[in-house]
């Protein structure tokens, strides 16, 4: 099968752009013809098919404080940038798009009208331009400007597959966007990847906190580190990722004991250090979707300190402590720490299940089923002259 994989950007080194790479290399392995269709970025490969600029991006650029203001218009309103001819000559049999922020909705809704296509919802942005519901409930006016935007970008994805991470990934949209219950679409829940044989995972450190993230407020982490000096925890806070708080972090390592700054991690770097890690700690400040760091952890066996706004959907009540707010979390992070091996050791156990359902075959298998029913789908609405 030929499959075109189509994504924004890869001008962020994020979960979504990890799991384009992954599920192309895994779907190559299988004998798939599989090319990366996306706009030119600094981390971009060579193998990448470059899409064009559309005219909001390149008007945005010259306009400064009206960057956003261009890009959210353009992801609605601008049918320039990626066109049919950029795939045309590849003659994909099946269209999987991720995220199209940054494409616009009408040249997905073109792609849609030529070819099966699906789309991986990574984020909550059919609800709101700000990805995670940020915008919803500040006023009516606004409101109502999002309820009409949405009603569009629905109007625009009927024929497009919506692929949910997560039952509660949907329910969420559906809530904001009821609409949307209308598109077509399945559950097909993430996974990642495993090099090798799986690891063999010792018991975690109670008191050894993991970070893994975009170093930034939204993800929590200068929460995070306000609630580590407050605890007193007497263990390890280790993390891990880059970002704008890069500073903050590196002064409250010289500060506070046991704050340990790890960097980018490849996948050896995270491995070893969710060996050391009791706990990960999740403390991000939006609604997150399906956030790979999670699944991590799960699969390595190890529970979870997280956010309410943020709750994981892939993990039990029983892999879970979760909290509202700074004063909250540092209560957590002394439960956690000072746990009793019996208790934490059940957690454990209820994270390495939740982890099992994770498997990584299995969901490329659940990828290339969607492919097939979408493909037999578009030729039974289409008749007997439907393109191969």
């Known amino acids: 099968m030929r499959i075109a994989m189509v994504h924004s950007s890869f001008a962020i080194r994020g979960g979504a752009e990890q799991y384009v790479r992954d599920l192309t290399r895994a779907l190559s392995a299988r004998g798939h013809d599989v090319r990366i269709f996306s706009r030119d970025s600094e ?68 792609l849609a009208r030529a070819y099966p296509i699906c789309h991986t919802v990574h984020d909550y942005a059919i609800a709101d331009p700000n990805n995670a519901l940020g915008n919803r409930g500040r006023s009516a006016a606004l409101d109502t400007a999002l309820q009409l935007r949405s009603a ?60 893994l993230g975009a170093l930034s407020p939204h993800k929590g982490v200068d929460m995070l580190l306000d609630a580590w000096r407050l605890a007193g925890v007497r263990g390890r806070l280790l993390v891990a990722g880059d970002g704008a708080l890069r500073d903050r972090l590196a002064a409250e390592a010289r500060d506070v004991p046991g704050i340990k700054p790890l960097g980018f991690l490849d996948a050896a770097g995270k491995e070893a250090a969710f060996q050391e890690a ?21 699969r390595a066996g190890r529970p979870i300190v997280a956010s309410t706004v943020a709750r994981p959907p892939m993990a039990s009540d029983a892999a879970l402590l979760t909290f509202e707010g700074r004063d909250q979390l540092v209560a957590a992070l002394r439960r956690a720490a000072s746990m009793t091996a019996p208790e934490y050791d059940r957690m454990a156990a209820a994270a390495a299940a939740d982890g099992e359902a994770l498997n990584w075959d299995r969901h490329v298998d659940a990828i290339v089923d969607t492919y ?17």
């Open 43 to 110: 981390q971009a490969e060579s193998a990448d098919q470059a899409v064009g600029r559309r005219m909001s991006e390149r008007i945005g650029a010259r306009s400064g404080a009206l960057r956003k203001v261009f890009t959210h218009l353009g992801d609605v309103a601008d049918p320039t940038g990626l066109g049919l001819s950029d795939i045309q000559g590849f003659a994909p049999d099946m269209v999987h798009v991720h995220n199209w922020q940054g494409l616009g909705v009408l040249p997905l809704a073109r």
């Open 152 to 211: 569009w970008l629905v109007s625009q994805l009927r024929r497009v597959t919506l692929l949910w991470p997560a039952a509660r990934t949907r329910e969420i949209v559906e809530r904001h966007v009821p609409a949307a219950g209308r598109l077509p679409g399945r559950v097909v829940p993430l996974a990642v990847p495993e090099d090798g044989p799986r690891p063999v995972w010792r018991r975690g450190h109670t008191d050894t906190f993991l970070f």
């Open 278 to 298: 009791g706990w990960l700690v999740f403390p991000s400040q939006w609604a997150e979707n399906f956030p790979i760091s999670c699944v991590e952890a799960l």
């Open 372 to 388: 097939e029913a979408v493909r037999a789908d578009r030729r039974s609405v289409a008749g007997p002259q439907a393109r191969p």
